[in-house]
Each structure stands twice: as C-alpha cells, then as structure tokens.
C-alpha cells in the first residue's frame, strides 16, 4: 500500500472518532460510540486534515466566534451562509412544540421568523416534535456543545427555502405527519398533508449545509433531496441503523432535477445500512472521502442521467 494512501486512510479514520458535542448521545450505544472521543482544542492538535474541521477548531473561543462555521462549508453548498447575518437565538422550551401558535424559546418559534436566526441551545435537550418542523429562510441550527436530539416524532424539513445550515444534531426515530395545520413561517400556516418520515427532508431548497449530525431509524430517508432542490453540500454526518438512507432526485421521469448540484464529502455510513448512499437520479453529484462500513444492497446508485464523480481524493479549494 502507498505511503500516501496508508497516511490518507489514517487520518479518515481518525476523523471518523472525532466527537461533535461535549455530551455524548445515551439513548443509542452505536451513536454513543460515535461521539465519546472528543479532540481538546489545542494550539498543537486541532488539526485533523478535515478542512471543515480545521477551520473552526483551532478557535479557542470558537462558542464565541460560532459564525465563523458559515465561512467554513465546501462543495456545491459552500454559498450556504444560514443565519450568519443575524441574531443568536437561544432555544430554552424543549417540551411545549405548537405547530401553528410557537411559543418563544422552542426551537419551532426560531425557525420560522423571516429574519435572518443563528439558533444555539443553553442545555442538552431531546426534542420530540408533533409535526414536521418547516424551516424558514437564512436560518443556523447549531447544536455544538450541547447534546441536542430530535426524536420520534415528525422531523425536519426545508422546503421552498434558501440558505440553511444544520450542524451537530442528533435526528433519529422519524416517523411521518401531516394532515393539520402546521406554520411554516410568522406569516402563514396551512394544511400539511402526509409527509414521508424523513429524518430531514430538502424540497425545492437551495444553499444547504447539513454537516456533522448523526441520523439513524427513520420511517423513510435519512436525507432526501427532491423538486429541483439544487447547492448541498452533505458532509462530515454519521449515519447508521437505516434501510434507504439518501435519496437525491424526485423520480426518474422528474428532469426539474437535472440542475441538481450535490457534494457529500467526509461521511461515515456506519452500521446496518442497506442501500441508498446515495441513491442519484439526474443532476450532478461528487461522492468523495465517505467511510462505508458495509451494505446489504449497494452503497451508491444512479438512475435516470445522474453525473456521480466518486474519485478518492477531494479535490475542491
């Protein structure tokens, strides 16, 4: 084996041990694993290769600068600034989740405001959504330092939006919702009908980031992208316990999606996955640097006229 790849292949799979909280996930030993080893921020080993990583890091008041992040993303979702041009909001009500009247302080009411929101959280929390929880435009879900769980329950999705970036949250049990009324902004709500049950679900959206969550055990997908959803960027995630895990383009007979532009970079497809890592319908799609432990049916897919550029090496500056 080159020395090359030999070093290559060791720093991804130390990356692969890198904690993304000070808290660890309890309610699944697989993710616990994931995230019980946590790099001290130090002048002398902050680095790790990743640049995602690297470029925050190394900050020792990075909970200070947590803006810098929005600077930090890569690939075909690099535009992605979330709510880097706004205010912090700080989520304090995890139990009170009112799909049409938000109560301040819940995570729902942050998400729907029309400014622009870089959303923090002041202590760990499990989030058990009623319905689906519809992000507005220019939004930060920053989960960094916290344990921060969305769980059983309706999930996330970003749908006729721009500009969002999710980071360090731990999104599993999704099961569908829909058919009530559910606000997606401070100036609407309406009737949802059946969503699918998707741990995050991105519906003609563009300019989103998801970076270092940990998905598992969804109803449907991990993370789909569907309806001309186009600039994401998917990066650095674990992802375990699944059968269809990504899905990018509606359908084959959907060519809206042949403007899809999709990098998923530096994530790890952990245990018990079958199929879908992704899966590419139309559009364009570079599936490089992921760690892939094993698959029941295949890893990556294609059907329709996606273009997929799978090379090894990571190449974008």
């Known amino acids: 084996m080159p020395a090359f790849f030999s070093l290559f292949l060791l720093v991804m799979i130390l990356h692969a041990t890198i904690a993304f909280s000070r808290h660890p996930p309890v309610r699944i030993s697989e993710a616990t694993k994931w995230s019980s080893t946590r790099r001290q921020l130090g002048k002398n080993t902050c680095r790790t290769g990743n640049p ?3 470029c925050w890091r190394c900050d020792p008041d990075w909970e200070t600068n947590r803006k810098v992040l929005a600077d930090c993303a890569f690939g075909f979702g690099r535009n992605a600034v979330g709510g880097r041009d706004g205010n912090l909001y700080v ?5 009170n989740d009112d799909p049409v009247n938000p109560i301040p302080g819940t995570l729902r009411y942050g998400v729907i405001q029309e400014e622009p929101l870089w959303i923090i959280f002041d202590k760990d929390m499990v989030i058990n959504l009623k319905e689906e929880l519809f992000m507005n435009s220019h939004k930060t879900i920053d989960g960094r330092g916290q344990n921060i769980q969305i769980a059983d329950g309706p999930c ?3 749908r ?3 500009n969002i970036i999710i980071h360090n949250i731990y999104i599993h049990g999704c ?3 829909g058919n009530v009324v559910v606000r997606d902004s401070t100036n609407h709500h309406g009737l949802r009908g059946k969503s699918d049950g998707d741990g995050i679900s ?3 959206a563009r300019d989103v980031w998801i970076d270092h969550c940990t998905l598992a055990n969804c109803r449907d997908g991990l993370i789909d992208a569907v309806f001309g959803s186009t600039s994401i960027t998917i990066s650095n995630n674990y992802m375990f316990n699944h059968n269809e895990v990504m899905l990018m383009g509606h359908s084959d007979d959907f060519i809206d999606d042949k403007n899809m532009l999709v990098t998923i970079a530096f994530n790890f497809f952990g245990e018990n996955l079958v ?5 590419c319908r139309h559009g364009y799609f570079h599936i490089v640097n992921n760690i892939y432990t094993g ?7 294609g059907s329709a006229s996606p273009t997929i550029n799978s090379k090894g090496m990571f190449l974008w500056h």
Do not use: L
């Open 52 to 54: 995602i990583d690297d």
């Open 91 to 95: 989520v304090t009500d995890s139990d």
């Open 156 to 158: 996330v999705t970003i």
């Open 160 to 162: 006729n939006v721009s």
């Open 175 to 177: 099961v569908p919702g």
């Open 202 to 204: 991105i519906f003609a």
């Open 275 to 279: 199929q879908r890592m992704p899966r």
């Open 295 to 301: 698959w029941e049916k295949y890893a990556i897919g």
